[in-house]
């Protein structure tokens, strides 16, 4: 996953969580500026610059195997855009310039949809069909968009017609467009396959998902009819999440085993926010609730938070942290949990402010100060998520001087980059999977098994058994073997490409050098002993890679 990309993505997110901060801040200490137009920069940059480019580059990354150069122009293209509403909208709010960098946002998100459906490639019906689904969500809320110059043409921004427009762009963008990418990743991890169960799944989170936008347009055009509609879809939405919890309950916990604590930690937060959204969403088929959220500004805020920090933002991260661009240390860790309590602690002051607006208590005690310290943890930890990247990349950029000990098996590594990269050259020539698959087959048996059992017996033992990165070694070992043996041949080969390749550089840059560095002069000497250098044979009857 290209770097560059990942850290313009969290830069957006920083921002507009520093965005977010002033808002709060406002109320602690006023400013000269538009409370308003500061509010809709915020809105854009997070969904715009955050989820959509960050949901971006893991569709990218994960279900295109041929990433033609487009992708990465698209991508810049995209964030231009960003950073045009960035500046635009702050001080002139819905205006000729920050519409005109929205509106060409939209352009590129309909060509972006168009190069995923015409290149995305993969076997797995159930991450393909979440895909399309996801692409044709974002394309449909944008009708809302479209809809807005109409209504403030002819029945001004005060109108229903206007809110629901509004409403639709939202409901789409966060139930449908958002949650059904996230979702298409955890399963594309989960290496979930076709099922019954995951087709009845697929059908009520569908319909659920365009039945419920009936409650926002009963807050503005309010009739009976809607609240039943809306009641039929919360009902489907239970159904998927019964569906959901049996579907990913056995691979999940497979997947988790291989993980670091932390890695665990996100997912369990981002599976708890979506079991907690989902609950709020049920207790709207109480009449009295639904009213009670649409008219306490507190409750909408923190739903909204809900979803886009706890569930949304909460994947997203997870996908990271098993990512080879992360590296484990105390500073992720101190980001991660510090983010998880800004939002824990913003989340229950805007609940309980909330309550005590409703029984007429009044503010809670330095209620502003409260929020606004609590919600300086979210950029923080932001900013140490964004520290540990570039942390990580500058130690990749150092040459490495690797004990002679160690330099065999830093060669094989080399080898095996190679095997990744020839697995791309397969698929960007259209050479059938089965010869690729001929090629990656021997290449395990002959070189990756013995590089496995060496690096398990001899190398890994030097730590603790107990260490983290020693513990994502053997799981990415244990992987890797469980993808060359699996059945679905291209997908298979575009994972082992992925994941070999992200193995290979963690242990070159982290897991090779920890070693060395704790190892005694007497251990490398056995390792030396044990595995002597040796020539690589390659396998040539069959080149498909030039």
Not at 480 to 485: G, T
Request: a positive charge; aromatic letters at 16%; glycine letters at 4%.
């Amino acid at each position: 996953m290209p770097k560059k990309l990942v850290l313009v993505c969290l830069l957006n997110f920083f921002i507009a969580a520093f965005l977010g901060l002033l808002l709060r801040y406002v109320f602690v200490q006023p400013m000269e500026f538009n409370y308003r137009f500061l509010t809709h920069a915020h809105s854009h940059i997070a969904m715009l610059g955050w989820v959509y480019l960050m949901l971006f580059t893991l569709i990218v990354h994960y279900f295109i195997p041929d990433k033609k150069p487009i992708y990465n122009r698209l991508f810049w293209v995209t964030q231009f855009t960003v950073v045009g509403m960035l500046f635009s909208f702050p001080f002139q709010g819905y205006a000729a310039v920050s519409i005109t960098f929205s509106t060409l946002h939209i352009f590129c998100s309909y060509y972006f949809a168009y190069l995923i459906f015409k290149h995305h490639k993969t076997e797995n019906t159930v991450t393909s069909r979440l895909l399309k689904w996801a692409l044709a969500f974002m394309l449909l809320s944008t009708i809302g968009v479209w809809c807005l110059g109409p209504a403030v043409a002819t029945v001004g921004q005060a109108s229903a017609f206007y809110q629901i427009a509004i409403q639709f762009f939202l409901h789409f963008q966060f139930n449908g467009w958002y949650m059904f990418a996230v979702i298409a990743v955890f399963f594309h991890k989960l290496q979930l396959q076709d099922s019954k169960q995951f087709r009845l799944f697929f059908k009520f989170l569908i319909i659920s998902t365009i039945l419920t936008f009936a409650l926002p347009i009963n807050w503005f055009a309010p009739h009976p009819v809607l609240l039943w509609i809306n009641g039929i879809g919360i009902i489907c939405q239970l159904i998927a999440l019964f569906y959901f919890v049996k579907i990913v309950k056995s691979p999940l916990t497979k997947l988790l085993k291989t993980q670091a604590s932390i890695t665990k930690h996100m997912y369990g937060f981002a599976l708890v926010c979506f079991l907690l959204k989902i609950v709020l969403q049920s207790a709207s088929l109480i009449p009295e609730v639904s009213n009670l959220a649409y008219q306490h500004r507190n409750f909408v805020i923190g739903f909204i938070h809900l979803t886009m920090l706890g569930v949304i933002s909460g994947f997203l991260f997870a996908f990271l942290l098993q990512n080879s661009l992360i590296k484990h240390s105390k500073t992720l860790s101190f980001g991660i949990y510090v983010f998880i309590l800004g939002f824990v602690s913003t989340e229950l002051i805007l609940l309980i402010q909330g309550g005590f607006f409703y029984f007429g208590i009044g503010l809670i005690p330095n209620y502003y100060l409260l929020l606004f310290l609590c919600s300086i943890l979210l950029p923080l930890g932001i900013g140490s998520f964004i520290y540990n990247i570039l942390n990580t990349k500058k130690m990749s950029q150092k040459p490495l001087k690797r004990h002679k000990a160690l330099q065999p098996l830093s060669r094989e590594h080399h080898h095996g980059l190679l095997l990744s990269w020839k697995i791309r050259a397969g698929f960007s020539k259209n050479i059938e999977p089965e010869r690729i698959k001929t090629y990656a087959d021997w290449f395990f048996k002959t070189h990756l098994i013995p590089h496995f059992e060496m690096e398990e017996q001899y190398v890994f033992s030097i730590l603790d058994p107990n260490d983290e990165l020693v513990k994502k070694a053997l799981a990415d070992h244990k992987l890797l073997r469980r993808l060359f043996a699996d059945e679905n041949i291209e997908m298979a080969l575009s994972k082992i490409e992925e994941v070999l390749d992200a193995h290979i550089r963690f242990e070159e840059r982290i897991l090779f050098p920890e070693i060395q560095k704790v190892a005694t002069e007497l251990q490398l000497v056995d390792i030396e002993k044990i595995h002597q250098n040796a020539d690589f044979v390659d396998k040539l009857d069959d080149e498909f890679w030039k």
